[in-house]
């Protein structure tokens, strides 16, 4: 099971002022709090700053290694700008965040993967646009697997990401979702299932609680990965005591670890 620490994104305005006064200290801060509370992995995303989206990557990634030796997912849609954080990456294997069906993207984002040996998050999306079904999904990911195997990447290095859409704007979006994950895991159990869950409540009130009951549905469902806030304690404590409940983790010792760790 693979937690990937979200909170270092300047989509966020207090990682975006710390990126516009090169305030290293903070972004330190919030690196070593993430793998302190149970991230493995740390998300690295400066897509706002279109302009200078490579150097600032460049420099958050230097930043971030200062204070943790955690590998990072590096997250982009622009290959120079992958390119950069991971000739950077020092610490374990990386993950580039991401790759996807659409071609032109597919045939910039493979090389890269090949030469880092990154694990790879996988968009279960292609040129015909966001996935509504489980079945456009599936779509996907029946071409999108065996390409990259075919390619040199091994099975268990991708991650496929479903995609969420906000279950306030699609009222099935959630299910579809949970519908995809079984059918990947009945078609393909080596590949590994990742996403980022805030996207699921957005535009609905209390938007945490139905973040935390995503996880432990989409968990339950077969999904190994997630992209999360790791400093949401509650989400942390449904994250041990699911992982527990589902047989995955033996003795509950990881579950105890937290308990005595304060998390
Ligand atoms: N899949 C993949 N990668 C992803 C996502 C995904 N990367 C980006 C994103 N989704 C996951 N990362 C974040 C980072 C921060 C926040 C949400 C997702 C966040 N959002 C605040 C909120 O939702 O309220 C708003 C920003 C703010 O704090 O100002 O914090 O799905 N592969």
């Known amino acids: 099971m693979l937690i990937v620490g979200e909170l270092i994104n300047t989509s966020r305005k207090s990682i975006r002022e710390a990126v516009e006064n090169r305030d290293a200290a903070y972004i330190r801060d919030i690196a070593g709090k993430q793998v302190q509370a149970g991230a493995g992995y740390i998300d690295v995303n400066c897509g706002t700053l279109l302009d200078s989206e490579a150097e600032v990557m460049g420099w958050l990634v230097e930043t971030v290694q200062e204070a943790v030796q955690a590998p990072l997912c590096i997250d982009s849609p622009d290959p120079k700008t992958l390119d950069t954080g991971l000739s950077l990456a020092r610490f374990g294997q990386p993950v580039i965040n991401s790759i996807s069906g659409e071609k032109e993207r597919y045939e910039a984002v493979l ?58 704007t699609s009222d099935q979006a959630g299910s579809e979702v949970l519908e995809t994950i079984r059918r990947i895991k009945a078609e393909f159990p080596e590949v590994h299932i990742i996403c980022g869950l805030s996207n699921v409540s957005y535009g609905l009130p209390n938007r945490k609680l139905l973040n935390q009951a995503f996880m432990i549905q989409t968990m339950t469902a077969g999904m190994d990965a997630y992209i999360l806030d790791p400093l949401d304690h509650t989400m942390m404590g449904f994250y041990y005591a699911s992982q527990a409940l589902l047989g995955k983790d033996e003795f509950c010792m990881n579950y105890l670890s937290a308990y005595r760790n304060g998390l």
Do not use: H, N
């Not at 456009?136 to 991650?159: E, S």
């Open 111 to 168: 090389p890269l993967a090949l030469k880092y040996k990154a694990k790879v998050i996988a968009l279960c999306m292609d040129d015909g646009g966001m996935p509504v079904t489980a079945g456009d999904r599936m779509r996907v990911v029946r071409k999108l697997v065996p390409d990259l195997v075919c390619a040199g990447v091994p099975m268990g290095d991708i991650y496929l990401d479903p995609l969420i859409i906000p279950v306030g």
